[in-house]
Nanobody, 124 residues
Framework: QVQLVESGGGLVQAGGSLRLSCVAS????????MGWFRQAPGKEREFVTGISWSGGSTYHAESVKGRFTISRDNAKNTMYLQMNSLKPLDTGVYYC?????????????????WGQGTQVTVSS
């Protein structure tokens, strides 16, 4: 049974930091690219950042470049998202997702597995 479990969300003031984790099980983690998406109330789910199956390549939405860092540890079946200089516009539910293959896409329909999401709220 495939599971992706996110943790690390919470309430933080603007300018603060959070680190999200996503623990995967039930499939071969190292054979899947991974991504983080987020969804704010009333808005579409949007791509935030992605990482190749080896961890050697990363991709970011323009809105988070220079502030967010994605990483993964294939030995621990875990992916991370370090979020710095947070802004109120970063508020939303953050989802981790797995896409079979080497390179992560930026379209949510490409992904095979999803976590349940973790809430991130940034106050001004």
């Amino acid at each position: 049974q495939v599971q992706l479990v996110e943790s690390g969300g919470g309430l933080v003031q603007a300018g603060g930091s959070l680190r999200l984790s996503c623990v995967a099980s039930g499939y071969t983690f190292s054979r899947y690219a991974m991504g983080w998406f987020r969804q704010a109330p009333g808005k579409e789910r949007e791509f935030v950042t992605g990482i190749s199956w080896s961890g050697g390549s990363t991709y970011h939405a323009e809105s988070v470049k220079g502030r967010f860092t994605i990483s993964r540890d294939n030995a621990k079946n875990t992916m991370y998202l370090q979020m710095n200089s947070l802004k109120p516009l970063d508020t939303g539910v953050y989802y981790c997702a797995a896409q079979k293959g080497a390179t992560p896409g930026s379209v949510w329909e490409l992904y095979d597995y999803w976590g349940q999401g973790t809430q991130v709220t940034v106050s001004s």
